[in-house]
C-alpha cells in the first residue's frame, strides 16, 4: 500500500500526490461501487416483472423516518427464490463445473506455449507475444461466430476430417458442453499465457544450470525448480480465466446451445426476458460473493505466509 506520508519526490507537491492516489479509488467508486450498490439494492426490493422504480423507495424528504421506512421495506425474499427454484442451483453449480475444466485445459495448453516463448531466442519473443495478442483486435462476437464455421456438421473441421478419412461421418460437436469448452480455452488462452510468461521469463538461469552440475535430470530440475517459481504466473492466469468464464454469456449462447446451463445465460434470461430485474440482481450479487469470497480468502492466506516469511 502507498503511504501518502512518505516523502515525496522534489518537484512533487503533497497535495499533487494525493490527486494521484486519489484517482484510481475515485474510479473505484464511480464504476464498481456505486453500481454495485444500486443493483444490491434492487435486489432486496420487491418482485415484481415490469421497468424500474422498484420499492421501496428512499424519501430524504421525510428525514430520518424515511430512512428507516425505507430500510424496514427492504427483504431477502429474492435470495431465497434462488436457493428454493432448482435452476438456479444448476446454472452456478454447471457454471463452477464447466469454468473449473476449462481453466484447467487452458492451463494444460498455456503452460508449455509460455516456456517456450520464455525460452525463445530474445528477438523472437515480441513476434510471439504479438502472435498471442493478435486475435485480440478481433471482436470476440466474430472469433466465437467463427467456431460455428469450424465446429459446424458441415463445417472445416468436418470437412478436413472426412477428406483424410479419420471419421465417415461427421461429429456433431455444435451445441455441446465441449463447444463450450473449445470456446471458452480458445476465447481466454492468452489470459493464462501472459502472466505465465511473465514469470518464466524472470526464470533465473543459473538455478537450472546449478541443478545439472549437481547430477539433476532436465525432469526434475523442471519439477524442483520452475514449477514452483511460476506459481505465481499459474494462480494469475488461473483467477484471470476463470472469473470471467464462471459468468460466461456469449460463448455457451452461441455454441452451447439451449442444453448448455451457465449463470450468465440464466442472468440474460431474467434481465431481459422475464424482465424480473430484482431476482436478477439477486443472482448477479450471489454470483459476485461467490467469486470474490475464495479470492479473499486466497489473500489473505498468501499475506500470513508472506509475514510468517519475513
Known sequence: MTDASAPTPAGTSPWGRRLVIAIPYLWLLVFFLAPFFIVLKISFSDTVIAQPPYTPLLDLAQGWQGIKD??????????????????????????????TISTLLTLLIAYP???????????????????????????????????????????????FLLWTGIISEPLYIMNTETAVFIGIVYSYLPFMVLPLYASLEKLDDTLLEAAADLGSPPWKAFWQITVPLSLPGVV??????????????????????????????????????????PVSSAIAVLLLLVLVLPIAIYNNVQAREVGAKT
Open 113 to 159: 506455449m509460455a516456456y517456450a516463448m520464455a525460452r525463445a531466442p530474445k528477438g523472437w519473443r515480441a513476434m510471439l507475444l504479438m502472435a498471442v495478442i493478435l486475435p485480440f483486435w478481433t471482436s470476440l462476437l466474430i472469433r466465437v461466430y467463427a467456431w460455428i464455421g469450424i465446429l459446424s456438421p458441415e463445417g472445416l473441421l468436418n470437412a
Open 236 to 277: 494469475a492466469g488461473c483467477f484471470l480465466v476463470f472469473i470471467p468464464a464462471v459468468g460466461e454469456f456469449v460463448i455457451p449462447d452461441l455454441l452451447g446451445g439451449s442444453e448448455t446451463l451457465m449463470i450468465g445465460k440464466t442472468l440474460y434470461n431474467e434481465f431481459f426476458m422475464n424482465r424480473d430485474w
Open 70 to 99: 425505507w430500510w424496514a421495506g427492504l427483504d431477502a425474499e429474492n435470495y431465497g427464490i434462488l436457493f428454493e427454484d432448482e435452476l438456479y442451483v444448476a446454472s452456478y453449480l454447471s457454471s463452477l463445473r464447466i469454468a
